[in-house]
């Protein structure tokens, strides 16, 4: 690998941090309409995953999408505007945080249905399949979505059609206010692979580099024709729920020492500097290029007007 792949890894990660950490800010202060789930402390899955995929190939997001959002692809500048509802964001500011989608770049959609992903990827992968082409689709969703009966649904076909797509649990140890293990049968998510025959592999979430390799052999598959594969990766949930959720369930104190411990980009940022991949003047050089990237996306979407009231039923239906 050549510095320009650390260097992309590390500016993803961070162009990830420096966005979210705008939205929580903006939102705080009540100037984000609707509902807002962060990915801070999740950013090398997207990462990682992504780093893998071409603009040809399809990602299904979540309702905590920025990161997958950005991890593939799409303009910072746009998505912000589409959070603070401005006209000239990804949904003329019509859809918010959980409905960003650009088909330019494959990224298919971000989804407030729990679990509503998985038959949409299975589906492209279909398409793609029928098409004869060696693109592949990606599916993230959370250990609490693995419990939606589609989950096992777009499995097994996807795994008796042999679908060029990826199953990729993010599991953060928490669906809402509800702790993973009183609700979810199996200690893995990745066992429930065997019910379907595919493989099912366990990866450590807040390591990039293993997040990549891991999901390249999963994604080198599906593009084979080999069919699916579920990728589990272990992370945890560092802020609320939502921006704004007061976290009566867990103590703050527990989860920021976790943090500071096995925090994505410190650890990646270590990895870099001993192994003399990219040198401190390097990486400070991305930070500043990303800080003055996501600055300008926030005046864009701030001096950007909002849609016009007659606006209102545009776009509904397509023709
Ligand atoms: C079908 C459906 N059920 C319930 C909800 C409410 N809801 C939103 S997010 C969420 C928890 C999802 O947990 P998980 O899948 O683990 O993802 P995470 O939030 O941890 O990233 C729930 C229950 C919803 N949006 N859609």
Redesign the pocket.
Known sequence: MDKHFYADLYRTMYRIRTFEKKIEEFSLKGEIPGFV?LYIGEEAIATGVCANLTHQDYIQS???GHGHTIAKGAQTDRMMAELFGKKTGYCKGKGGSMHIADFSVGMLGAN?????GYTLATGAALAEKIKKTQNVSVVF??????N?GTFHEALNMAAAWKLPVVFVC?N?E???TTP?QTTTSVKDISVRAKGYDVPGVIVDGNNVLEVYEVSKEAIDRARKGQGPSIVEMKTL?IKG?YVGDPEMYRTAEEVQKRFRENDPITRFEATLLENELLSRKEIDGIIREIDEEIEAAVKFALESPFPDESELYDDLYID
């Open positions: 789930h979540t309702h905590r407030g249905i729990v679990g509503g969703f959370g250990d609490g979505a693995s939606r993010e953060n928490w669906a809402s993973y949930r729920h």
